[in-house]
């Protein structure tokens, strides 16, 4: 689980989150919903200790440093090494932790072979999100964290997505944000809300009685 303990978080003088407590529970998808801006990749980036925060983020009662090789985030836009092959890519953002056969074949999962030799510099949307769901198989992490990760992925990818994450959650903690109700109402156990400067977790038989996008309209309604 990730568990946010007390956690606040301000820009200057605009407070993106009061002090909150919430448990993203173990071996499970939360789906973490709310309107553009309201601070979710904010989230991310704090639970990712890249940003400054005031109280504290667990994971299974352990600050981040203790299980940082544990973690993967999956960002909207997808950094990585553009005058890289993805192949090479692949290989730098293992670690050495995969032989060279292994990355390859889970590569070429997502990728045609000639689309994993190219540069990632010539890339569509797509294709990048892609190279980064086969270093999350590769990496195998057990907390992991995806921003929009449905954007730029087809019907059929994204089908298959859902049947990975739902294979993935045995063993890892995932997180996800999006807009694409969905492909979200597929994959979502737990579901929880990003107001104005709050997280409220929507309790589960109003998500048995209403759809992604109803729940989102009342939650938000005042935001």
Same mark, same amino acid.
């Given at each position: ?18 002090? +909150?407590? +919430?448990?993203? =529970? ?11 801006? *309201? $601070? ?11 940003e400054?925060?005031? $109280? ?6 352990? =600050? ?6 544990? *973690? ?6 997808? =950094? *990585?090494c ?12 293992? &670690? ?23 540069k ?27 921003? &929009? ?22 063993? *890892?903690t995932?997180?996800?944000? $999006? ?23 929507? =309790? ?5 009685? $209403?759809?992604? &996008? ?10």
């Amino acid at each position: 689980m990730i568990e946010l303990i007390d956690f606040q978080k301000q820009y200057k003088h605009n407070t993106i989150y009061e002090p +909150t407590n +919430t448990v993203f =529970p173990g071996n499970s998808i939360s789906f973490l919903m709310g309107k553009n801006g *309201c $601070g979710k990749t904010t989230l991310m980036k704090c639970i990712g200790m890249l940003e400054n925060y005031g $109280g504290s983020i667990l994971f299974d009662k352990q =600050p981040l440093p203790a299980v940082r090789n544990q *973690c993967m985030i999956i960002w909207d836009d997808t =950094p *990585c090494c553009q005058n890289l092959s993805g192949f090479q890519n692949l290989m730098l953002l293992s &670690e050495d932790k995969c032989s060279k056969k292994e990355v390859r074949q889970t590569g070429e999962h997502y990728l045609k072979h000639s689309v994993l030799n190219r540069k990632v510099k010539t890339y569509s949307y797509g294709q990048r999100k892609k190279l980064m769901l086969a270093l999350a198989d590769l990496l195998k992490p057990k907390y992991l964290l995806m921003d &929009e990760i449905s954007n730029g992925l087809d019907a059929d990818m994204m089908d298959e997505l859902a049947a990975h994450l739902n294979s993935m959650k045995q063993h *890892c903690t995932i997180i996800l944000t $999006g807009h694409q109700f969905g492909f979200y109402e597929k994959v979502a156990e737990h579901v929880f809300v990003k107001g104005k400067t709050t997280v409220t977790e929507v =309790p589960p038989e109003e998500c048995a009685a $209403g759809s992604l &996008e109803e729940i989102y309209h009342a939650y938000t309604a005042q935001t």
